[in-house]
Structures are given as structure tokens and as C-alpha cells.
């Protein structure tokens, strides 16, 4: 006995996979930490008085101080960004399976992942924004300035 022919959902399959790959990238990247080099404190604050110094020195004297230009790009910021872009493929991936009228099971699956890897970058980044604010509220308190 026969089975009958499965319709194919070549979109939705597609978009699984990368929607799946763009979760496990956005949880890798969270569990391993950081991978570009981060100043330690110390190095942060001997920079920032340097060029504060600096600025001083070429104000007083009349020259113009230019600002040090930094790289905005590092892996961190790399490994986000192809997370999102990753993210939306598949969630573009899961909409075209939509509109093939594919079986809604794999394009609903990829459209899901899509948006959980998008969710998780956000509760990351907000995660990190309220532990920010967090200390901030606990320092000026114990300055007494709130």
C-alpha cells in the first residue's frame, strides 16, 4: 500500500533551519560571553583622563582637538547583527511558505524561532539596560544624592 504524496514545503523547511541556527547563534553568543577585548576599568578611566588632559592642554594653548575615532564594529556587535539578520530571513522564509500554502506546521514553526531569536536579543539587551540602571540607583543612593 501506497502512501499519498506529502506536499512539499521547501520555505518552511528552509526557514526552520535558519531560524533554528539564528536561536542557537543568539544563545551561544550569550552563554560564551563577550569575544572582543574589553578594557578593564582601570584602562577605561587612564584613557578617558588622558584625553580629557589633552583636550585641556590644546584648548589652553588655542589648538583644535580632534576626537579619536574608534571602530564601532567588533565581533560581539557582528555575531547580533547576523543573529537578526538570521532571525528575519526565517521569518521572511516562514511568510513565503505562507503565501505557497505550504503545510502551516513548518512555516509557522520557522516564523516562531524567527521571533524567539529576535525576542532573546531584546531580553538580553534589556536585561543588561535594567542591571545598568540598577547599579546606577544603588551608587547614587549610597552617595546620597537620591
Do not use: Q, Y
Amino acid at each position: 500500500m501506497t502512501e499519498p504524496a506529502k506536499p512539499a514545503t521547501p520555505f518552511g523547511l528552509a526557514g526552520i533551519c535558519v531560524g533554528g541556527l539564528a536561536l542557537i547563534l543568539t544563545l551561544v553568543h550569550f552563554w560564551i560571553g563577550p569575544l572582543a577585548p574589553e578594557p578593564s576599568l582601570e584602562e577605561a578611566v587612564t584613557d578617558a583622563a588622558r584625553s580629557i588632559k589633552d583636550a585641556a592642554v590644546a584648548a589652553w594653548k588655542g589648538e583644535e582637538v580632534e576626537a579619536e575615532r574608534r571602530s564601532g564594529f567588533n565581533i560581539d556587535k557582528g555575531l547580533d547583527a547576523v543573529s537578526v539578520a538570521l532571525a528575519g530571513v526565517a521569518m521572511v522564509l516562514g511568510i513565503l511558505g505562507f503565501a505557497r500554502r505550504e503545510p502551516l506546521r513548518a512555516p509557522f514553526s520557522a516564523v516562531f524561532l524567527g521571533v524567539c531569536a529576535l525576542a532573546l536579543e531584546f531580553a538580553f539587551w534589556a536585561f543588561g539596560a535594567l542591571l545598568i540602571a540598577a547599579v546606577v540607583l544603588f551608587v547614587s543612593s549610597l552617595l546620597g544624592l537620591g
